[in-house]
């Protein structure tokens, strides 16, 4: 736009003086009111440039503040009194809460299991939804049917889910140790050990969220330009070359988002664990007790919502670095595969406009490039 | 928390029909609206099925003109208990009367102030009088009024007694167990012996029939925390876990493997309050040879039971109050005991026929009326349960797991980390 070249003239223009320059009405006083109109209305046109963006994102961030925001830093109020469902606000007691809930090993304890289950059960995830949409990114007849057929154990209610595994994992008379007894293996104690009961959550989260993730990663596959792959294989890369030279590069900034909400999903988990027994507190001695499931406990269970806000935060903080983290791995790995130095954002946004546009024979030269 | 895991079994039956009730209840909102002519409407809450039918609380409406009850039922008691804590907190949204389940009957008892003041002379008698006793608090207010009780006999498995070469029929069964604790695990061992089956289910609801013996288990009446030092507690933990070493079916409560059990004859007795009997029926419906003996080893003993409170906070208490007192007397309760076999905690409802006579079909046609009457008569001591005694039973649950059902931890170590957990509650 021309707003800043006219910046000058317009800013020059002292607001009071047309108005009482309009007598005289000589050939000046009207270049200057022109100039004014002209002035002020590109004024408009630039704060509309400007801010109206902001003023059309501003619902999200307006709800935001009042449903996120509000009682983030209400529950952080929280943490540093002592607090009592009924009796509510109590003193004022600083850090002695975080303090508390840092020393209970049952705390450590939740820790180690709910990164435990999180990463027994994302990082398969993320790995099998990926072929699995690379799969069904190939030419497939009924390709709706197979792509909603990955989702439906997404509709599935996590309650029903964790009622129905955690009837296959019964320890006694549960569908698995059945068969492992029929091949001769021993029974497996799904809620009495701490590994297995782990891999039997994780099997829940998996079994719902793969296929959503899968539908994710799917879409993103499909706005690859195809030119990439008929040129790769005029060059004579197979079906796994691409798999791992143009798909996943591509897919960077949607598997940075994958990932990063599967981070913050699987170290809320709260669900599976909680219904994987009757009583529903994480096994007798914490198996499988989460963090989110200590601060139930602590919350609902005794009432004492200081520590539960405690350790909201402390898992909220956890979430952030982990993310944080997260961000920095996958930005890696996603581009690792390229030999070359990766693009800045600029430049490899307008590698890919011009992909777009461009012919056959331009996206080859690309392609030797990335070779 | 051992009585509320009934409340996931029946519970998850009610659910679809109560949530429908709960959504069209909370639609008609809190009960505070009085119609120009004086007409009030009043609500009450109850969770899992109190045995209050449609055609009961009709009853009432037609004896009293110008009153709509509404009723809304939410699924389990944990619902329940959300629901009045933070209700109750607010100061305002809870019904005009309100159930409250023995779980968290003490918790609530710390705020008793915020509850109606349900004295009357008049029905003062009206309930058995541990029961009454436990609703009245420090300053003499009764702010609850009982509805049931869980008096406790023992269930067993007659084919499995015939196995075992001990008697089949219910009142030789009751002779042979008549006695203490020792006396059971002492069959148990011969039963053991004879079979190599099992002998209870598990070790913690064994435990749950014997620490409800015990006047103060965990806490002293000043609220003092002595569970981790009473010799009581450690000496009923020692000997339920050396005797579940053999006697023990391993099962947690409530799992499905306990359920399963239940059906595949993994274990030969099992304690029985009234309740348990349809938890029984509904889990074994094939085996024909469940039957119930009129005993409970170390005296009576009861496990579970509700209350009805009054919200102060409410608009119309004083109606609220003779609503739940015609709910909770003796005619009403025994039509709750017809349709959900709540069993009364009323004491004129146990001369009634109605009770006496009933039997129950399942249970080789036992007169479980009559059984539970002796067993409610021969309850003896009601648990003090303050503030902290559910956590701290609860913990002490798990360490009878850990040895009983994981098998992960020895008898010694499972208590220290039960004696740090206590600790942790502070």
């Known amino acids: ?371 | 928390m051992t009585f509320s895991r009934r409340t996931t079994a029946t519970g998850a039956l009610a659910g679809a029909a109560a949530l429908a009730l709960v959504i069209t209840g909370c639609a008609s909102g809190g009960g505070e609206q009085t119609g120009a002519d004086g007409d009030i409407t009043l609500t009450v809450a109850t969770f899992n099925d109190f045995g209050y039918t449609d055609e009961l609380l009709a009853q009432y409406e037609a004896e009293n003109p110008g009153v709509t009850i509404v009723h809304n039922r939410a699924a389990t008691s944990n619902d329940a208990r959300d629901n009045f804590f933070t209700k109750l907190g607010a100061g305002s949204g809870l019904a005009d009367i309100e159930a409250v389940e023995v779980d968290w009957f003490a918790e609530m008892m710390q705020y008793s102030d915020l509850l109606a003041d349900l004295s009357d002379p008049e029905i003062a008698d009206r309930w058995v009088d541990w029961k009454t006793e436990a609703a009245t608090d420090a300053d003499g207010r009764l702010v609850a009024y009982g509805t049931d009780i869980g008096p406790e006999a023992v269930c067993y498995r007659a084919d499995l007694f015939a196995e075992a070469g001990l008697p089949t029929d219910r009142a030789e069964v009751a002779a042979l167990l008549e006695g203490d604790w020792d006396r059971y695990f002492e069959v148990g061992d011969q039963f053991v012996e004879a079979t190599g089956g099992a002998w209870f289910d598990s070790a913690g609801a064994t435990y749950q029939g014997m620490i409800n013996q015990v006047e103060f288990a965990y806490e002293e009446e000043e609220g003092t925390v002595i569970a981790t030092e009473n010799p009581e507690v450690k000496a009923i933990y020692e000997q339920v876990l050396e005797a579940s070493e053999t006697q023990s079916a391993h099962l947690a409560q409530w799992s499905d493997d306990f359920f399963a059990g239940m059906a595949n004859g993994d274990f030969a007795t099992m304690l029985c309050p009234g309740w348990m009997l349809g938890v029984i029926e509904g889990n074994a419906p094939e085996v024909t040879d469940w039957d119930i003996a009129d005993v409970f080893p170390g005296g009576g003993g009861n496990w579970g039971g509700s209350y009805l409170t009054v919200p102060a906070q409410g608009a119309n208490v004083e109606e609220a109050t003779k609503l739940a007192a015609w709910l909770t007397a003796p005619e009403q309760q025994l039509q709750a005991f017809d349709s959900a076999g709540t069993f009364p905690s009323q004491t004129a409802a146990y001369s009634e026929d109605a009770l006496l006579t009933a039997t129950n079909e399942y249970f080789n046609d036992a007169p479980v009326g009559e059984i539970l009457v002796n067993r409610s008569e021969a309850i003896g001591v009601a648990p003090f349960k303050s503030v902290k005694y559910f956590p701290i039973n609860d913990a002490l649950q798990k360490s009878l797991t850990r040895v009983d059902v994981d098998g992960t931890h020895t008898i010694e170590s499972s208590w220290e980390q039960f004696v740090a957990e206590v600790e942790a509650l502070g």
Do not use: C
């Open chain 1, 1 to 371: 736009m021309t707003a800043t070249a006219d910046r000058p003239r317009a800013t020059g223009t002292p607001p009071t003086a047309p108005p009482t320059k309009r007598a005289p009405s000589d050939t000046t006083g009207k270049t200057e009111r022109q100039i004014r109109r002209i002035a002020f209305s590109q004024t408009l046109s630039r704060w509309d440039f400007k801010y109206s963006p902001y003023l059309y994102i501003s619902p999200f961030f307006i709800l935001f503040a009042i449903v996120g925001l509000f009682p983030l830093l209400y529950t952080a109020w929280v943490s540093v009194h002592e607090w009592n469902l009924i009796g509510g606000q109590g003193d004022f007691v600083g850090g002695d809460n975080f303090a508390f809930v840092l020393q209970q090993p049952q705390f450590w304890i939740a820790l180690r299991n709910t990164f435990s289950i999180f990463l027994i059960s994302a990082v398969p995830q993320v790995a099998t939804a990926l072929l699995i949409a690379a799969v069904l990114d190939r030419n497939l007849r009924g390709k709706t049917f197979w792509r909603m057929g990955v989702l439906l154990p997404y509709i599935v209610a996590p309650v029903a889910v964790a009622l129905i595994f955690s009837n296959m994992f019964g320890d006694q008379y549960g569908l698995i140790n059945n068969l492992l007894g029929q091949l001769g293996i021993d029974p497996i104690g799904w809620h009495s050990e701490v590994l297995p009961s782990h891999l039997a959550i994780a099997t829940m989260v998996n079994f719902r969220w793969t296929g959503y993730t899968a539908l994710i990663l799917l879409a993103a596959m499909q706005a690859i330009p195809r030119d990439y792959y008929e040129a790769s294989m005029l060059d004579g890369a197979g079906v796994v070359r691409q798999f791992f030279s143009i798909t996943i590069p591509q897919l960077r900034p949607t598997l940075i988002f994958v990932i990063v909400t599967s981070t913050i999903g699987g170290l809320q988990i709260f669900d599976e664990p909680r219904l994987y027994d009757s009583a529903g507190q994480g096994g007798a001695s914490g198996q499988w007790m989460t963090i989110t499931i200590y601060l139930y406990n602590l919350g609902w269970g005794q009432l004492n919502f200081g520590r539960a806000a405690a350790v909201a935060w402390l898992l909220f903080l956890i979430i952030v670095l982990v993310g944080l983290l997260n961000l920095a791995i996958t930005r890696r790995i996603a581009s690792g595969d390229n030999p070359q130095k990766v693009l800045d954002r600029a430049s490899r946004r307008a590698a890919r406009s011009a992909a777009r546009t461009a012919r056959t024979a331009r996206t080859r030269r690309d392609q030797e490039v990335d070779a």
